[in-house]
């Protein structure tokens, strides 16, 4: 079976959610949050204090 290109590598919350997914190709981080089951969700880049990407190393 081929590996999973996202995995997901943090989550917090039951309603409110927070998830932090790595593209296991890339290494790129990403943040998904989303609030309620009505008012929908979002996901964005991780970026560090320079505005450059988070990448996570990947083997």
Do not use: C, W
């Not at 609030?35 to 204090?49: A, C, E, I, N, R």
């Amino acid at each position: 079976m081929a590996k999973d290109r996202f995995v997901e590598v943090y989550s917090q919350g039951v309603l409110n959610v927070a998830k932090i997914i790595v593209d296991t190709e890339t290494g790129v981080n990403y943040l998904l949050g989303s609030h309620g089951k009505q008012t929908g969700t979002g996901l964005t880049v991780l970026v560090d204090q320079n505005g450059k990407p988070i990448v996570t190393s990947v083997n």
